[in-house]
């Protein structure tokens, strides 16, 4: 089993210090800084230290790009990418982190932000170990995400050149260091908007074109077509889901009980391992809410209008597992003693955009668990095995 000189009490100090600092997707100025500082105390020149301007390409509000670090090598060999992001949902805002044992915990108010400070403390911890032990090392380019949870935006919006050239990359954003995620979902988001006629609800509802009835019959006919929720057809398989139903300006649908419902708006989503899968999954969708709309008439034989749109969210991607970033990366695994174990997922991550993008991208985890919930925990010796995969994975040959 190979020994990696990791300090152990360093390596946690930066995990706690990262968990404590608030970044919310949208909001990582502040960890943005102090993954930055973390790098330049443990040696690492400013001069090497960057944002990119993403942040100005991306279509929500977002405080800063990027973080982009760039390496020398100490030996020669291809340049290497590490990534994480640095956001979180919005349910760890306020996150509390303590210590219990093996494991990081909240006071179980809020999510924790192991996905993915895990992930940013791994690369920290890495290239405190390289620097401090003078490991030889190719070159190598550390990115680390904004907006990742909200839409992959920061991977997706990064301008290739960026990243030095490098011709693979490893992504710590999952739980097991011995598991290589190298394939995901692709997403394509849909929204509709049913425009009805409103009308007292009591004195005349046959008047009224109700736009919550159409929206209802149209997911409910959806759903007995076989395309909301778990998606299984002969010709392909994947999931869906109608996450927001409700009216204008994120606000409620509809004004009151006694007047019928003249608007609503229903975004959603369809994810598959096949792009065009998602589509027919979609398109699914948009023929249930044609049906539904002429299922529902007024006293006058009027319609609601139904306006439907879709676009692609990211592209689904997979690996071969004889590629050589998969068996670069399953080297390092059993470099550790460990059983690497290949797995796809139906969650999308930075590395749809970073496959995208050309950069053969495998994921291994370092600890996160239960992640986007309140009982989200950090498996500290699980993060530790995450460090050590690291530390192989910058100097293997």
């Not at 002429?294 to 990211?314: H, I, L, Q, R, W």
């Not at 080297?331 to 059983?339: D, K, N, W």
Request: include cysteine.
């Amino acid at each position: 089993m190979k020994d990696v000189p990791l300090d152990v009490s360093a390596a946690e100090a930066h995990l706690m210090n990262f968990l404590t600092v608030e970044g919310i997707t949208g909001e990582e100025r502040a960890i943005g800084e102090a993954v930055a500082a973390a790098l330049q105390r443990v040696g690492v020149p400013a001069a090497a230290i960057r944002f990119d301007n993403v942040h100005t390409k991306i279509p929500l509000p977002t405080q800063t790009g990027n973080l982009i670090v760039e390496l020398p090598g100490t030996r020669k060999g291809d340049r290497l990418l590490f990534s994480s992001h640095l956001d979180t949902v919005a349910l760890c805002a306020g996150a509390k982190p303590m210590r219990r044992g093996d494991r990081i915990v909240t006071d179980g108010s809020t999510a924790l932000g192991g996905d993915a400070r895990t992930g940013c403390a791994v690369i920290v911890a890495m290239v405190e170990t390289l620097l401090k032990h003078r490991l030889p090392h190719p070159p190598l380019t550390l990115l680390f995400t904004v907006r990742e949870e909200s839409g992959l935006h920061g991977a997706r919006e990064l301008d290739p050149k960026d990243l030095g050239g490098a011709r693979m990359c490893f992504n710590v954003d999952t739980t097991h260091a011995n598991m290589l995620l190298i394939g995901a979902v692709g997403q394509e988001n849909w929204e509709v908007e049913i425009k009805g006629k409103a009308s007292h609800a009591g004195v005349a509802p046959e008047k009224g074109i109700s736009a919550t009835l159409v929206g209802s019959i149209a997911l409910a006919e959806a759903h007995r077509a076989g395309w909301f929720g778990k998606v299984t057809k002969p010709e392909g398989a994947g999931t869906s889901n109608a996450g927001v139903f409700g009216g204008k300006d994120r606000k409620a649908a509809g004004d009151a009980t006694n007047v019928v419902t003249d608007y609503v708006h229903i975004t959603g989503e369809a994810r598959s391992h096949d792009a065009a899968f998602a589509g027919k999954i979609v398109a699914g969708y948009r023929d249930a809410f044609m049906q539904a709309r002429g299922a529902v008439k007024n006293s006058d034989g009027e319609m609601a209008e139904v306006t439907f749109d879709s676009k692609p969210s990211y592209p689904p991607f997979h690996l071969d597992e004889k590629s050589p970033a998969v068996q670069f990366a399953q080297r390092a695994v059993e470099s550790l003693g460990m059983t690497p174990e290949v797995i796809r997922s139906n969650g999308g991550l930075d590395a749809n955009w970073l496959v995208q993008h050309g950069l053969p991208t495998v994921t291994f985890g370092s600890g996160q668990a239960e992640v986007h919930t309140v009982n989200e925990y950090v498996d500290v010796p699980e993060y530790l095995k995450g460090c050590r995969l690291a530390v192989v994975l910058a100097t293997q040959e």
